[in-house]
């Protein structure tokens, strides 16, 4: 938990926030249709493990009274609820549906702004040892990577 606070002479302002929280969706997440070109590495799949270790903070709305504590917890399960429950096409659409959800949901939030760099888990190919491995055996790893980063405001 985090918590930026801005005070000058044309006011202020409190972004909590939440860093390096791990969290990882094993179903219902996937990457395809990406543009391609003759350096891509990254296969397409339907079905993939998708892991990122969040850092997000938010704008609160000064002019709101507001129960600090209660309020970061209730963003903070949404963002978890939001990011387990929907169907994942990329990294990049979730991060666009949990911000939309943080905001329809906490209006005292005026935005958010996430970081969410894409965390690769890739099958491990055992067949040189004779082993078919059906999506168990993943290899973690922390290179090469995407950082999707985005902010949602209110309209």
Known sequence: RTTRLRVDATGEDARPGIA?????????????????????????????IMATKVTAEWLLDA??????????????????????DHDSVSVQASIWIVGKA???RHPEIIEISMSLPNLHHFVVD??????????????ATTEPHGLIEATVRRG
């Open 20 to 48: 390096d929280l791990s969290v990882m969706k094993t179903g219902r997440s996937a990457f395809a249709g990406f543009p391609r070109d003759r350096f891509t590495t990254l296969q397409e799949t339907d079905d993939r």
């Open 63 to 84: 002019d709101r009274s507001i129960d600090y504590d209660a309020s970061f917890e209730a963003v903070r399960s949404t963002f978890l609820e939001v990011f387990a």
């Open 102 to 104: 943080i905001l329809e």
């Open 126 to 139: 055992l067949r040189p040892f004779g082993i078919e491995n059906d999506r168990e055996v993943f290899l």
